[in-house]
């Protein structure tokens, strides 16, 4: 039934999913494709020298043009567009300043209809290895190039469809595709995002007939692209994508699990658990993704969507952890859909996996705080759009972004318990944390190289996070990762104008020893973290001590509960017999260790008859004994349920087939007594047959057919299953006993078998029930002298009296 | 001890026949499943266990057979008993094995008639 419901959420989940995608997502077109700057007359002059210099040869375009670029964009500094104070006024009122200031940096102001917007650049990386030749204006030129090449290098897909990567589309021959205007090379944004350059061209018949360049700004596109796709639908695509591979994952888990049988469980378990991990960072990095393309605009929705984003990463790893936790606990991946998994975390308490999983747990949220709060802070966002779009602009970058939790994963698994291995003063601990944090920060500015901040900072959060968590509980965790971002956040925007991005992990840093400044403070406070902590040496070795006299102590205190365990034990099994007029009743049930799986009792199933039990659980010792009491408790419930001996043996077998582990089976013997008509019914399943000594000394074993409890189900179990009667007579004697009985045996390895115990019974027919017993249990502990008792031995005597039925036999 | 457990193991095609000697108590048990373990995680799904020496066999012995036959006939296996002396043969009586499992006279009629098994599926292709 549950699997129903969770295979019908599933199926739900990923219709949902793929219709939210499917609705959103077609029917976008690359915003530049129609998009055109009517070409003034200046720039349509430069378009027409640029032109006629490349002789109206449109076969291989794409390889001229960027050959060509440095020359168009000269002839535009010939034509005046570009001046020697580097200002380009575009025809639609904006102003482009370029400020030459050596080869380290270049200023840009932009003047956006009237607001200034100063933009640094650095061309170190795009410059350094050009060649800078001619005269000054044309050194400027090549460097504004170089300018140009790095903001491209930066933000590369910063804005969608700007990229289009110098490719214009052509036909197989190099002709581009359609006439009109195409816009065949569209610079990247510069530094600020917001302003790009396009080249132009006009072609007809395969001919170029203008050709024309132009700064663009791309904040009124910007705008447009909300327009075009809104936030939501944004968000909603995320949503859908999400849902889908979840949704994925969760079908395969389930079936899965369907053939665990057939799996090599442990492992196959540790695979999903992975891929659940990686598709949670990748949903952390996508949602990051889709977020830092909301947040360029910091208004509400873009925060609420942020905030939404993380919840449902977080969502998703709940049900990946959920789902770990249950293969952990249950051995059982269809709960994994069962969210109470994970409301059982016990989340004050401490540990290593524990820690791990919190850590994953958290990160998500804390990351849609984090970046809730950079959104809100005014002028940050530039902070975040720089970041992410070194992440966005190399492979391996992205890579190594993705990988921050992936090191805070591998922080908590791996270095938390060495370092706390061999460092044992918490305080040292905290120390050593921040001395790698900080070597760690001295590398990053060496390399001068913002991947190493990245790691840094990654390495410094999972710490921070794991602390927190370890001392404080998950809560402290998250307020944690919520304040220290954001202080690292403010401190590089503060410092903004000076803070190369290397330093960025010193900035964590910063961060981070605000946060744990806070952190020792709360410490101190907490009596019992002082308590601890002010423990001596001399303490330290007594509490030591004390835990191995405790290691000794150990074997003979289990001895101790063994005994409690047997006499426990030996107060389930019935105090004394029942009084029935006109018999005697006694039994005895010697474990062979402390505790056995025999067992033997008397029940009353209808006004006038009297089961009478033995039972035997197979193998011995603690395993048996636990399934001796669940027996009696079965039986006794089974009895109650049906007075038929039949009944209650089926009934008897269906619940321990269910419950009891393959290799386990019980035997029993039951005889229904009815005293007064002396009539037994007796039942066998898979026990020893009851034997049955007449008065004139005849032997006879009963035996009725069936199998032991617990083998078959009910189909099987019942084929032959019958019962047999037998009338007793004044002097009968019924004895049931269980195998350890029979096959007690002697030094040669000689059974006691069923002629030894019906000779002895025979001889002793006049006596006691009693009298009986103990004389079968001293001879088979004769026969069995000095080998040890290798079996429970449970023997019932039952004896029909000489005396009228009305008279009341006391035992 | 003249009796001590011992286990010989053959592959004869696909069955795998496993010959016990001397006694199967709670104590050999464990050496028995783990035989057993071993062919089933080689992909055995066919085993025979030849009881002819087989002298003494405890409940703990008989629920060595019972833990893998679920999951051997669920393969389309089976464990099948051969040549169980009557003592031994008198224990299976008793607790009903013989409803579960197939005993034979010999280890070799057991063995053949998984093969007739075989080739009776062969020809039904």
Not at chain 1, 51 to 59: C, F, I, P, Q
Not at chain 1, 735 to 753: C, I, K, Q, T
Request: hydrophobic letters at 50%; glycine letters at 8%.
């Amino acid at each position: 039934m549950i699997q129903r419901i969770e295979w019908f959420l599933i199926v739900v989940i990923a219709v949902v999913s793929c219709a939210l995608v499917l609705r959103t997502a077609p029917g976008r077109e690359p915003f530049l494709a129609s998009d055109s700057v009517p070409a003034s007359n200046s720039i349509q002059r430069v378009a027409e020298q640029g032109a006629s210099a490349l002789g109206h040869d449109v076969r291989g375009f794409a390889r001229v043009v960027r050959a060509e670029r440095a020359r168009v964009l000269r002839l535009a500094f010939e034509a005046g567009l570009v001046e020697m104070s580097w200002q380009l006024r575009h025809p639609s009122g904006f102003l482009v300043d370029f400020l030459g200031s050596g080869r380290e940096h270049y200023t840009a102001t932009v003047d956006l209809n009237g607001q200034l917007v100063e933009l640094r650049s650095r061309p170190r990386e795009a410059a350094s290895g050009a060649v800078f030749e001619g005269n000054p204006a044309e050194q400027e030129l090549s460097r504004s190039i170089a300018v140009e090449a790095y903001a491209a290098f930066w933000n590369r897909r910063l804005v969608r469809g700007v990229n289009t990567d110098f490719g214009f589309r052509l036909t197989a021959d190099g002709v581009p595709e359609r006439d009109g205007y195409l816009f065949e090379w569209t610079s990247q944004p510069d530094p600020s995002g917001r302003l790009a350059w396009k080249l132009s061209y006009l072609v007809r018949g395969g001919s170029i007939l203008q050709f024309s360049i132009a700064p663009i700004a791309l904040e009124p596109l910007l705008a447009r692209e909300r327009e075009m796709e809104s936030t939501f639908e944004v968000l909603i695509v995320g949503v859908g994508v999400i849902g889908i591979i979840g949704m994925l994952y969760a079908a395969a888990v389930m079936i899965l699990s369907l053939y665990r049988a057939r799996l090599p469980w442990s492992f196959v378990a540790r695979v999903m658990i992975l891929l659940g991990a990686i598709l949670v960072l990748d949903s952390i990095a996508g949602s990051r993704y889709a977020n830092f393309r909301v947040a360029l605009h910091s208004n509400l929705p873009s925060i609420f969507s942020q905030w939404i984003g993380a919840i449902l990463v977080l969502m998703l790893a709940v049900s990946v952890v959920a789902a770990g936790r249950a293969t952990r606990v249950s051995a059982d991946f269809r709960r994994w859909l069962g969210l109470e998994e994970f409301l059982r975390f016990r989340w004050s308490k401490a540990s290593v996996t524990r820690s791990f999983l919190a850590a994953f747990l958290v990160s998500p949220l804390w990351l849609g705080i984090s970046y809730s709060i950079l959104a809100l802070s005014e002028g940050s966002f530039a902070e975040s759009v720089t970041l992410h779009a070194v992440a966005i602009q190399l492979p391996p970058m992205a890579g190594i972004y993705a990988a921050r939790s992936l090191a805070v994963l591998i922080v908590v698994t791996f270095a938390i318990p060495l370092v706390r291995a061999h460092v044992r003063n918490r305080n040292a601990q905290a120390l050593l944390c921040v001395l790698v944090a900080s070597v760690g920060c001295v590398l990053a500015a060496i390399v001068e190289f913002p991947v190493s901040a990245l790691l840094v900072e990654s390495v410094l959060h999972g710490t921070l996070l794991v602390y927190a968590y370890r001392r404080f509980g998950a809560l402290a965790a998250v307020l944690g990762g919520i304040l220290s971002e954001p202080l690292a956040r403010a401190f590089v925007f503060f410092e903004r104008g000076e803070l190369p991005i290397q330093l960025w992990g010193v900035a964590m840093l910063v961060g981070g020893a605000l946060f744990f400044s806070v952190v020792l403070l709360l410490d101190v406070r907490n009596p019992n973290r002082a308590e601890e902590q002010r423990l001596s040496e001399e303490e330290f070795e007594a509490l030591k001590r004390e835990s191995e006299r405790r290691l000794v102590t150990r074997r003979e205190r289990l001895l101790g509960e063994f005994a409690l365990a047997q006499q426990a034990q030996q107060r389930m099994l019935p105090d004394h017999p029942p009084s029935l007029p006109g018999f005697e009743i006694s039994s005895i049930c010697v474990p062979a260790q402390q505790v056995g799986g025999d067992l033997y009792d008397y029940i009353k199933i209808s006004d006038s008859r009297w089961a009478l039990c033995v039972a035997d659980v197979s193998g011995k010792g603690v395993s048996a004994a636990l399934y001796m009491t669940m027996v009696k408790g079965m039986l006794t419930a089974a009895a109650v349920e049906r007075a038929d001996l039949l009944a209650m043996v089926i009934t008897l077998n269906e619940h321990i087939y269910r419950v009891i582990e393959k290799r386990s089976f019980v035997t029993m013997m039951l005889a229904a007594l009815d005293p007064v008509t002396r009539k037994l019914e007796v039942l066998r399943a898979g026990h020893p047959p009851m034997l049955h000594v007449r008065a004139e000394g005849s032997v006879e074993f009963l035996a009725s057919n069936g199998m032991g409890l617990g083998l078959a189900p009910s189909g099987i179990f019942c084929r032959r299953l019958n019962t047999a009667q037998v009338r007793l007579a004044p002097g009968d004697v019924a004895v049931l006993y269980s195998d350890g009985v029979n096959e007690a045996m002697n030094r040669d390895r000689e059974e006691f078998g069923e002629d030894r115990l019906a000779r002895v019974v025979s001889s002793a027919v006049g006596e006691t029930a009693e009298s009986i017993r103990d004389r079968i249990l001293a001879s088979i502990l004769e026969f069995q002298a000095g080998v040890p008792v290798h079996d429970d031995i449970t023997i019932m005597v039952l004896r029909c009296l000489h005396v009228s039925a009305n008279q009341t036999a006391e035992v | 001890m003249p009796d001590t457990f011992q286990i010989l193991e053959e592959q004869q095609g696909e069955v795998a026949l496993l010959r016990l000697h001397g006694y199967l108590d709670a104590h050999t048990a464990a050496e028995f499943e783990s035989a057993i373990q071993r062919r089933v995680d080689q992909g055995c799904a066919c085993i025979v266990v030849d009881c002819e020496k087989l002298s003494y066999i405890s409940s703990a012995g008989l629920g060595v057979f019972m833990s893998f036959i679920e999951e051997l006939r669920e393969k389309e296996g089976d464990i099948r008993i051969g040549g169980l002396l009557p003592k031994v043969r008198q224990v299976f009586d008793i607790l009903g094995f013989t409803e579960i499992f197939q005993l034979f006279d010999t280890a070799d009629a057991a063995v053949t008639s998984f093969q007739l098994k075989e080739e009776g599926d062969a020809t039904n292709v």
